[in-house]
């Protein structure tokens, strides 16, 4: 499957925007934000056409958080509660996104470049067009999520959660699956030669099959 993931629209000329001032719905359009929103609270916001440079948003309550072609660069997400998010043609370059809170986000042409996501919980995300490259996702929680023909190349998945996920067509060429949890639903994924160990550990793990050097006593 080719797979075309399409770049954020960005105006070349942006107007400055008060982050640290976000209420409830609240719509930022146009804007480049550079400064803080530390352990703030405010839902429904939506940011669209803008772009968001070394902001830092961590530990945050930004749930029902709307993002339409926006350019996330060098931010800290780590620990926000972004539940239930809609992003749409978006960038996130060189973020942190440690132990970040994604639970039934919908991703649409979204990628991810270099970003620090261990720990990151994915549960029930849905996504089309997908893509995350040199990533660090060690510990990611993937319960439920359906991410089908998505790429994670790569990435760092060491000890991923990925039980009951629909990945069908989903591209891991590069990444560390080691100890990744709940393999079996690794079904119908690509992955490279070198991956093979890992990913049939993984699934004899995951169907309780034990390998020793002699029988038990």
Not at 21 to 38: H, S
Not at 72 to 79: A, P, W, Y
Not at 96 to 124: I, K, Q, W, Y
């Amino acid at each position: 499957m080719t797979r075309s993931l399409r770049s954020p629209d960005v105006p070349r000329q942006l107007s400055g925007a008060d982050l640290g001032q976000l209420m409830d719905d609240d719509e930022l359009v146009g804007c480049e934000v550079t400064d803080d929103f530390v352990g703030g609270r405010a839902r429904r916001v939506e940011i669209s056409e803008s772009r968001l440079v070394k902001a830092r948003v961590t530990g945050s309550d930004l749930t029902h958080l709307r993002l339409r072609d926006v350019v996330v660069d060098g931010c800290d997400l780590s620990g926000a509660v972004v539940e239930d998010a809609h992003l749409t043609r978006c960038v996130f370059i060189d973020c942190r996104l440690s132990g970040t809170v994604l639970t039934s986000a919908r991703l649409e042409h979204v990628e991810f470049r270099a970003c620090r996501m261990d720990l990151v919980n994915l549960r029930m995300v849905q996504g089309r067009m997908v893509r995350f490259t040199g990533c660090d996702l060690a510990g990611s929680d993937w319960y439920s999520a359906q991410l089908h023909d998505a790429q994670l190349l790569d990435c760092d998945l060491s000890g991923a959660d990925v039980s009951a996920a629909s990945l069908a067509g989903t591209e891991f060429h590069g990444s560390i699956l080691d100890g990744v949890i709940g393999a079996a639903a690794l079904r119908d994924v690509v992955i490279d030669p070198t991956q093979a160990s890992a990913v049939g550990l993984a699934l004899l793990a995951a169907h309780g099959i034990s390998i020793t050097d002699r029988p038990a006593d």
